[in-house]
């Protein structure tokens, strides 16, 4: 019923910026939560940044003021500016929602993107 189109991976040197986004498209009432969540090989996976209906941002520690999450709620879209790439940041960055549906209004159901690839080079 919803899916994720996520978009903006790809390959940069240490030091460098990208910037993925993700647009929700279905049958969405409401988003009450969008972000990201990455994971590397031999990792599990873990929060970058998620942003909440209110405004409310909740990044992993290891950002340290480097990525910021924003939001475009008319086109059902989150950002992740990601500044000052390092080599530890390589892997695969899945976009993450919880949403109301139209069908089904009561209970809030989350959705996963396919996922976009970050390589980052020293």
């Known amino acids: 019923q919803v899916q994720l189109v996520e978009s903006g991976g790809g390959l940069v040197q240490a030091g460098g910026s990208l910037r993925l986004s993700c647009t929700a498209s279905?049958?969405?009432?409401?988003?009450?939560?969008m972000g990201w969540y990455r994971q590397a090989p031999g990792k599990q996976r873990e929060l970058v940044a998620i942003?909440?209906?209110?405004?409310?941002?909740n990044y992993g520690d290891f950002v340290k003021g480097r990525f910021t999450i924003s939001r475009d709620n008319a086109k059902n879209t989150v950002y992740l500016q990601m500044n000052s790439l390092k080599p530890d940041d390589t892997a695969v960055y899945y976009c993450?929602?919880?949403?109301?549906?139209?069908?089904?209004?009561?209970?809030?159901?989350?959705?996963w993107g396919q996922g976009t690839q970050v390589t980052v080079s020293s």
């Open positions: 279905g049958s969405i009432a409401s988003i009450l939560a």
């Open positions: 993450n929602t919880y949403v109301r549906l139209l069908t089904f209004g009561r209970t809030n159901y989350e959705y």
């Open positions: 942003i909440g209906i209110g405004g409310n941002n």
